[in-house]
């Protein structure tokens, strides 16, 4: 089996491409290396069956050969990190949404199952202790909060997903990630854990 993994040089990708590779797939690690890091592969590198391209989800050629010659699709790259998100608020719109339109557009062409990463803060500002349900209402803050052009890009990532779903049978997966933390992840564009470890 062969895997495209978007982000695959991130946190949570190289992860992944790990994990596949000691399953015995063939990986292909699709990073514009903005927020990941060669360090995260550089050991995978060297082992057969893995394959780095450094460029990004909004290149609609390399996303177009990659998806086709593979047989699933794990869509992980998005602008992440409160700081990257308020400084750069344009960038992570067109990141996180047009890169996804990108890969589901080809999924579909080609038939390939997809997974979508989202996040927590689709649910938006609850205040209760309650546990939250997928059918819940979304709570945001004004547009004017920077923080919640983040929680809209990957509101829209699903809702590009579930479109592609009910109008092209596009065979996908949405997966919510609540506050991922671990090793190789970087404290660098905000995230508090490593941080505070560092």
Not at 13 to 25: K, R, V
Not at 126 to 152: C, F, M, N, S
Not at 185 to 190: D, E, F, L, P, R
Request: with cysteine; charged share 25%.
């Amino acid at each position: 089996m062969k895997a495209l993994i978007t982000g695959g040089a991130g946190f949570i990708g190289s992860h992944l491409a790990e994990l596949l590779l000691d399953e015995g797939w063939e990986v292909y690690a699709l990073d514009d290396v903005s927020t990941g890091s060669l360090d995260n592969v550089a050991a995978l590198r060297e082992r057969a069956g893995f394959h780095l391209i450094v460029d990004s989800v909004l290149n609609p050629a390399v996303v177009n050969e990659l998806v086709h010659k593979c047989d699933v699709v794990y869509h992980l790259a998005a602008a992440v990190g409160v700081r990257l998100i308020v400084e750069q608020p344009v960038h992570t719109m067109v990141t996180n949404v047009q890169g996804t339109e990108t890969v589901l557009e080809y999924c579909g062409r080609f038939e390939k199952r997809v997974l979508i990463a989202s996040s927590s803060e689709v649910y938006g500002d609850h205040r209760t202790e309650a546990p939250l349900r997928e059918e819940d209402r979304r709570v945001y803050g004004p547009t004017t909060e920077k923080r919640w052009l983040y929680a809209d890009s990957k509101a829209m990532d699903e809702h590009l997903a579930l479109a592609h779903h009910l109008e092209r049978r596009l065979d996908c997966v949405i997966a919510r990630l609540f506050n991922t933390v671990g090793p190789r992840q970087s404290g660098q564009y905000g995230m508090v854990i490593p941080r505070f470890v560092r």
